[in-house]
């Protein structure tokens, strides 16, 4: 019977418990909010607009650590020192998270000392830990469109690999209208090969309800691009059932581990 009263206060401790997880799990996220909002506000490749001292009087980007490269500067000059916030570093590679976690050295004094590296390649590199922390599918549309317009490949093709991995059935007809729109063929598709997938579902997608009233034209070139890649899998299965040489060769080039490169070779005949 002495059990019963601890019952009660065990599901009172519980429910105590419950409420200060979340108070700390969204602290954390606003406190990851307020760094990336202040380095998109204050930071720039050449550190200029950042002071940063270890009584706590940080910069106007409000940085908490500063991260120094062992090599010396451009001109044999000591380099100077890369504002970051704990924070993103954290958040963003399991070695800052372990270094400023614990007790070490880097954690207490709020300086990090990268070996082996010149300035402007850590620069460099902090920039890339922050433009991962920020990037989601809207930053990621605004960056391609952006690349787009301006020619810069690389970015593109980097955008439309994230999206690519973000690439879902509720956002798959938006994202293929996206695609279609600027010239990105890598997303279009990914995007494609989805809805062929889940073709049974496509009249009851509420995307394609609004792509029919807003955009008639894409969706007749979706169907269009729908029934070409199907001809070009029927002609594929054609050509390997009726010649027994092409299937040899398949198979042999299938334990290379080319089979692929072989049926884009016959996609494109």
């Not at 602290?27 to 009584?55: C, D, M, Q, Y």
């Not at 706590?56 to 001109?75: E, N, Q, R, W, Y």
């Not at 494609?192 to 029919?212: K, P």
């Not at 807003?214 to 009726?242: G, H, T, W």
């Amino acid at each position: 019977m002495s059990a019963s009263p601890s019952i009660p206060a065990a599901r009172a401790r519980s429910a105590t418990r419950r409420p200060n997880r979340l108070r700390q799990k969204l602290k954390r996220e606003l406190e990851n909010l307020k760094a990336e909002v202040a380095f998109l506000s204050f930071w720039s490749p050449t550190g200029r607009h950042h002071r940063h001292s270890s009584g706590g009087s940080h910069g106007p980007g409000f940085t908490d650590v500063v991260l120094v490269a062992a090599k010396d500067g451009p001109k044999g000059d000591p380099s100077s020192p890369v504002p970051a916030h704990r924070a993103i570093l954290a958040g963003q590679s399991a070695v800052f998270k372990a270094m400023l976690e614990n007790e070490m050295e880097e954690s207490r004094n709020g300086t990090i000392k990268i070996s082996d590296v010149s300035y402007h390649a850590l620069q460099l590199f902090v920039g890339y830990l922050y433009v991962e922390a920020c990037l989601d599918e809207q930053m990621a549309c605004e960056l391609l469109v952006l690349a787009e317009k301006y020619q810069v490949e690389r970015l593109k093709a980097y955008c439309e690999k994230f999206l690519v991995s973000k690439l879902n059935w509720d956002n798959s007809l938006k994202c293929y209208a996206f695609a279609h729109q600027h010239n990105a063929n890598h997303l279009l598709g990914a995007a494609l090969s989805l809805i062929m997938d889940n073709l049974d579902g496509l009249r009851n997608h509420q995307e394609y309800l609004e792509l029919v009233e807003k955009d008639p034209r894409l969706v007749v070139e979706l169907y269009e691009a729908i029934l070409a890649s199907r001809k070009k899998m029927q002609r594929l299965r054609i050509l390997l059932r009726n010649n027994s040489l092409v299937w040899r060769k398949v198979l042999r080039i299938h334990e290379k581990g080319a089979f692929l490169v072989l049926i884009i070779f016959f996609l494109q005949e």
